[in-house]
Structures are given as C-alpha cells and as structure tokens.
C-alpha cells in the first residue's frame, strides 16, 4: 500500500541570490547534530576576479557571434570586442510586463523577448551551477561521482515584484535547465523565500540589535533591480531558534541601484551630445565607460559619507586626451565633472519611490488595525547599503512621523549584500534542528485559493447551477462549486500544511485511481468571493491530479446505494484521501496522503498542470503566496 517517504536531511545546502547586478551563493554542509553550526561558506573565488573579497559576481554575459557564451561575470570585463554580444540586467526582463515597458519606452540593450531573457538567465545560471558544484568539489573532496550520489538542495529567492505564477514557473524551467536539481537522483531545486522574507530571516539571524518578543520590524531590501519590504513581528527572540511572523503582505517596487546606473548613462549621453565640436575628441558610449569605473562607483556607494562630502566629483573619461577642457559640457583635463547636486538628483527618485512604498506598507498595517510601534527599519542590498539613503529616509520618517512607526530607528543590515543568500541558508538550517519550523513561522495570503467542489442541489442556493445525478449514490450535486480554503489577508501557517479531504466514490471493478483535483485563486475582496466558476473574478490555478494507484477495495469503505423495492443497492466504495499544500511564499507543493500516511508508491503521487488563464493572474503589491 502506501510508503512513507524518507526525509534524511541533505548532505549540502546551496543557496542562490540571482541578481539583477550582482548574484551571491553561499553553500554550507549541515552538521548532524547541529546544523545551526555549520560553517556558512559564501563562494568568492569567481573567475577573473583579482580581489578575493569580491563576494558577488556581476550579472553579466558576453557571447560569441555564433551565440556562444565568450564569458561571464567577472570576465566579462576584459571581453570588450565590439563584435560581440553584451547583455546585463536581463533578469528583471522574465517579467512580460517589465519586458513590454521597457521596450515601448525604448530602453536599449533589453532582451529581444521574454524568451531571450530566458536563454540569457539559463546560460548564466548554468555558469553559476558549475563554478558552484566545482568549488564545493573542491573544498570538500567530493569527487564528481561522489556529487551525483550526494542529497543537494539548492534554494532559491525571488523579487516580491514578480506578481504572478507565470513567472514562478518560468523561473523555476531556468533554473532546471541550468541544471540546478537535475544531476543527480537526489538533488532538488525550489524557490524558497522572497528576497524581503530572506533578508527579514538574516536580519534576525545575524544583526548585532537585541531584538525582544514582541517587537516589529520592517524590512527594506533595496538591491539593484527591485526594492523589496516585509513587516515582521519577533515572536520569540530566543537563541538559537528566533521566529517571525509576517503581519503584512509582502511588497516590491521596481527600484534599485541598478537604474541609478542607467539614470546617470542617460544624463551623461545628453549632456556630452548637445555638443557637436565634441563628437571626435570623445570615445563612443561615455555614459557606459563612466558607469563602468572605478570612481563612479565609488562616488555612488560613499555618496552621502561625511568623509566623502565634496562640491563635485571628477571622473576620467578613458579615450579623452587629458588636455581636454569644455567648461560648457563639465570636462577638466580630460575628467567630466559631476556636481554634488547631479549625483543627488540620480538618488532622490529613488528614494522617494522607497519612502513612498514604506508609507504604503505602514498604511495597509494600520488599516488592519495593528498599529503597534514598528521599532526598526532594516536596510539592506547594494542601494540598502547607501548612507545617502539612509539619512534621507530617517530624516523624512523623524520630520513627518507615521502613527505605527513614531520612533522607527533605521539600521543599516551587517554585511548588507549577503544578508539575503545567508537568510536562505539560515531558514533552511534552523528548518533541520528545529523539525520542520522555520524562522518565518507565519505569512499574510495575497490572494484567495479554493477548490473546485460538488454540492448536495439545493434549489435555494444553487439557482441556474449544473445540476448532476451521481450514477453511485443516487443523489442531485450542483457541480463546479468552490470551496475557499485560503482567503485573501488569512494568517497562513508554514508549521502545518493547509488539508484538503477529498472522497471519491467508486463503482465495483473499478481499477482507475486518478482524479483531478482543480486549485482556483481570486484577487477579489474575501468577502465578496466567487462561489462557483462561471462568476467572474475566479479562475483555474492549476489541475492536481492525486494518482492512488496500488489502493485496493479492502483499503476503501464499502457502501451500497439505497435499496429500491426488493432490490438490494448496488456496492460501490468510498476512497477518502487528503491532498496537503505546503505554502511557501513563491511556491506551493503538493502531497498526497492515504491513512494518516505520505503516499508514494511505485510512481509520481500528484502531478499539476497550470492553466495559462489563470497563472497570469496578478496580486498587487507583490507575487503570489502560492506558486509552483
């Protein structure tokens, strides 16, 4: 009958940041009897880097003209060949939306379509699996053989501005076609947290403030593509097993150091191009070479330091004569000058984008009606990491105080890049001391979710329904009626999988035990729901089909339809089993159970289907609390 599935824990634990700039992994090798103290290890010896503190690697591709990878990441830097293909910041163009605005705004150097930025995310992402599994090879003395018999994990986060399952979806066929999960008959690939959730989870894990039950926080990742927010309440602040539950629905805006980049590349191509008489004393895409050097990015990531406080900021322009002066376009000596105020006007968008969408989140906190004191405001991420932008929003937060965050102090996160990859690893570890509790023990559904049921008619309720006679009991059932077992702004457990019991009836000799199973999600008001399909509002989600193949007639009830004159009723069986969702915030995993056990027999127990209607079903404000 049925089995029950083993649940050793992993051998490594991989755990993969995918930027928009910059991507981050940290790997650790869970310790038996004490995971939380295993050593974290976050991967810095990325090919062609010349500092071994680099502890990410840029984002970046070059390819061949017969579209061949030429390098990537940090190699990328010396590929400069103008025959060949250069592409950054693909990432963010998986999201069609993103990908639709961009080009009808015509922002150069984009993807060609959604599909390129596919190909381009599972090229790098391959580049990343193979450094990765080499360097863990290496430092472990695991042998190739040995990396295919071992149980992986890798766990991946997501931006909270990816709103719908469609994009879920594709990302997780990108991560498995760069072979993450794939190798070996153990390994495994899912997508585990949003980066906020992430960054929430490292934040408690690691920040030297000495947090206390009951407090609440918000967390701001502001990295180079999006910008991501989560509140979190501390439920208990004991070491080593802290807990945190979200009381507000996570949040992104599409903001980060990434388009500070652009913005700067933009003005300075203006700026030098109104000028003609400059055209032949100027090399090609200045913009681009300013963006790319050394001073500029030092400029952007001390801008705001008392230290680093000046009127201007001159940057050399390689390929200008150094005898070179404009007084009208700002060139000294070869080097283009920026004022203090031009660098303030590249961050203040950007920062009143931020500050609008904190205001947003302490908003929707204080419509529900839990306007307890938010303590602190954590920031992390590359634009996190901005002294500019942290006293631009402390000073705004003081001056123009909300009523849930009166006396919010701003933090800036410890080691604020890798605060993200190490909260996934972090969750993980404590999930495998703690049995099964991570650190985020609860979360604010985004979205309603039901399933499709049938109902005993009645002709008061079920007026111009599908009305059906069930060929084994006899009895009139109006069909494609909804069940909502998740509403939208429910408290979701992620200690206890969400049950749903299921009973089919089954006439004798009868041999199928297959049926579909279909999950519907709404974006409507909780209590204005749909209660059947055909309402609008509603769509399918996804088929789940529970296979129960192997489950015999002894194993089911055996009941008879109601005997009609001397007639005895007919035998038919009643196979109930329950079909478990595991919610994770970008992800939702099925299991099927029979008898109070896991079943897995000899074959896949479920198997989804998603409906392409229903997986581009946006939630405002951030990506669905249930994903595949």
């Not at 400029?299 to 322009?317: P, R």
């Amino acid at each position: 009958m049925s089995q029950v599935m083993s649940h050793d824990r992993p051998d490594i634990i991989v755990a993969v940041d995918f930027g928009t700039s910059y991507t981050g992994v940290a790997w650790a090798r869970p310790q038996r009897r004490d995971a939380l103290q295993s050593p974290i290890q976050i991967l810095n010896n990325w090919p062609g880097v010349s500092n071994k503190n680099e502890q990410k690697v840029p984002t970046c591709l070059v390819y061949n003209e017969d579209e061949s990878v030429s390098s990537w990441g940090f190699l990328c830097e010396d590929d400069d060949d103008s025959a060949k293909g250069r592409y950054e910041f693909f990432k963010i163009y998986l999201d069609q939306d993103t990908f639709e605005e961009a080009r009808l705004k015509g922002t150069k150097n984009i993807p060609k379509s959604v599909e390129h930025a596919q190909k381009l995310s599972i090229d790098f992402l391959r580049q990343i699996y193979d450094h990765s599994k080499s360097t863990v090879e290496l430092h472990t003395g695991i042998s190739r053989q040995g990396w295919r018999d071992l149980k992986v994990e890798f766990i991946f986060s997501v931006p909270t501005t990816w709103r719908t399952q469609s994009i879920i979806n594709i990302f997780k066929k990108c991560i498995a076609l760069a072979g993450f999960g794939m190798e070996g008959s153990n390994h495994s690939a899912r997508v585990e947290l949003t980066e906020s959730e992430a960054a929430a989870v490292g934040t408690i894990k690691s920040s030297v403030v000495a947090f206390q039950s009951g407090d609440i926080f918000m967390s701001v990742d502001a990295g180079g593509g999006t910008t991501d927010l989560a509140v979190m309440q501390v439920k208990e602040a004991r070491e080593p097993f802290p807990s945190l539950s979200q009381i507000s629905q996570v949040d992104g805006i599409g903001i980060g150091a990434t388009l500070i980049d652009r913005a700067f590349v933009s003005y300075i191509n203006t700026r030098l191009g109104k000028y003609r008489e400059l055209i032949d004393q100027l090399p090609p895409n200045c913009g681009e070479r300013l963006a790319k050097g050394d001073k500029f990015k030092t400029t952007k990531h001390k801008f705001g330091e008392k230290v680093y406080q000046s009127n201007s900021y001159k940057m050399t322009l390689e390929g200008a004569a150094f005898h070179l002066n404009h007084a009208a376009a700002g060139i000294e000596k070869g080097k283009v000058v920026i004022s203090w105020e031009e660098m303030q006007d590249l961050f203040d968008p950007h920062v009143e984008g931020t500050l609008q969408k904190i205001r947003e989140q302490l908003d929707w906190v204080q419509r529900q009606g839990n306007c307890s004191s938010i303590n602190y405001l954590i920031l992390s991420g590359g634009l996190g990491s901005s002294k500019y932008v942290r006293d631009c929003l402390q000073r705004e937060l003081t001056t123009n105080p909300h009523p849930c965050a009166k006396q919010i102090k701003i933090i800036q996160a410890s080691n604020p890049q890798l605060v993200v990859v190490k909260g996934l690893l972090q969750d993980r570890l404590q999930s495998l001391d703690s049995n099964i509790a991570p650190v985020i023990v609860s979360r604010i559904a985004r979205a309603s979710y039901g399933i499709l049921c049938k109902q005993k008619y009645n002709p008061m309720i079920h007026i111009n329904d599908t009305i059906e006679k069930d060929s084994c009991d006899g009895e009139k059932y109006a069909v494609n009626q909804i069940e909502w077992i998740i509403k939208k702004g429910d408290c979701v457990s992620t200690n206890a999988p969400i049950t749903q019991s299921f009973t089919q009836r089954i006439k004798a000799g009868d041999t199928n035990r297959m049926w579909d199973s279909h999950v519907v999600i709404s974006d409507r008001d909780p209590k204005r729901l749909p209660q059947n399909i055909r309402e609008e509002g509603v769509n399918i989600l996804c088929v789940v089909q529970s296979n129960l193949t192997g489950i015999n007639h002894e194993d089911m009830v055996e009941m008879r339809k109601a005997k009609r004159f001397l007639f005895k009723g007919a035998k038919f069986y009643l196979c109930r089993f329950d079909l478990h969702a595991i919610v994770a915030p970008a992800e939702i995993r099925f299991e099927l159970w029979f008898a109070g056990q896991k079943f897995s027999g000899n074959h896949d127990p479920v198997r989804i289907n998603w409906d392409n209607e229903g997986v581009n079903v946006g939630v405002h404000g951030g990506i669905h609390e249930l994903a595949a």
